[in-house]
């Protein structure tokens, strides 16, 4: 893969916001952005409410919507002003207009394929290994993609995400483990999660293909519901895998003061909760959020279903 280093993405930031209006003008107002923090178990969660992301938010991602808009992830249909860095011969390293972020990426496939995590995970990993001061994540695409027509990936500084330290805080159960990595149910914490530890990206791969192996497949999707973050920190990789059972919860189709326009992803469960409404800011409550996230995560026994069949 192309040689790239968070040295080179300083250099792209300072050189994109110099001239493209609209991503400087995002970026500087997460400055003024309103945070509000909440604990449920061990896990710290964080609520931002980011009126730029209402575009990713309510996103249309049915296949009538996708058809009749243009792609705006393929090169052709990016603003003139968007320059990007070649990673290998596959991928571009842009940075996203529309942050939530201090740091912001968007990382698109060079060919307009379908978001399907299949035989990437290994790219995730080199990615994340080039780019170690940031974490990189994976939407899948009934969560959170708003181009579940394109593969990409996203980065967002270290540090910024409270899953980087609530898995410290976790009861961590090892189910599996080889000679360079293993995997571990989380709990104890918001909602139920997946972490592999890998010395190596081969190690790596095999874990997650035991555990990706083992997600059911909706009717009519081409892969399991998920978001996966992957950071590289003490020279191994932490892929923290969340296993997914709905697109958006109840609350987003709900009419009036029940409607709270939140659309979890990857970001939503690494920690920092989306609020591109100011009143769902307000008014959102520890309760809420605790609802969200038993609506769209796998429970208990769900969880343990998957920790038999991987065990099998």
Known sequence: MGRVNSADIATLFESQLAIWDTARN???ALSGVKVKEMKIGNSTMK???NPARITSSAAKVDPKSLKERKCFLCAANRPAVQEGIAWGENYTILINPFPIFPKHLTIPCNSHVDQLIKNRIGDMMELAKDL????????GPKCGASAPDHMHFQAGNKGFLSCESDI????KKEIISNEGARLSHLGGLSHN???IESKTINDGETLFNKLYDTLEIPAGEPEPML????????????????PRKKHRPSCY???????????????DMGGVFITPVEKDFNKIKVSDIQ?????????????????NRILK
């Not at 170690?132 to 939407?139: A, H, I, K």
């Not at 410290?168 to 009861?171: E, F, L, R, S």
């Not at 950071?231 to 923290?240: A, E, T």
């Not at 609802?291 to 998957?306: H, P, S, Y």
């Open 227 to 242: 978001n996966i973050l992957c950071w590289y920190v003490s020279d191994k990789w932490n892929i923290l895998v969340v």
């Open 291 to 307: 609802t969200i996230l038993d609506e769209v995560c796998l429970n208990r026994e769900e969880t343990q279903a998957i920790i």
């Open 26 to 28: 995002n970026f500087e």
């Open 132 to 139: 170690d001061d940031y974490t990189l994540f994976y939407n």
């Open 193 to 195: 999660m997946f972490l």
């Open 168 to 171: 410290d805080k976790a009861i």
């Open 253 to 267: 189709f709900a009419e009036g003061d029940d409607n709270i326009l939140l659309s979890p992803a990857s970001v």
């Open 47 to 49: 609520v931002q409410f």
